[in-house]
């Protein structure tokens, strides 16, 4: 699920996570050294994504 996708992309180096806001609530390992940006839709991400 999730969880596995956060660790596997926190052991290849990345810091900051962007995942559904409903997958959050189902989470039960907290990730130390990363960190998880919840998003409620697709506009948050392009928002997120801007420079």
């Not at 997958?23 to 990730?31: D, P, Q, S, T, Y």
């Amino acid at each position: 699920g999730i969880e596995q996708r956060i660790n596997e992309a926190a052991r290849l180096g990345f810091t900051k996570i962007a995942v559904p806001f409903r997958a959050i609530g189902k989470m039960k390992i907290k990730h130390s050294g990363v960190e998880i940006i919840p998003l409620k839709s697709v506009f948050d991400l392009i928002k997120l994504l801007e420079i």
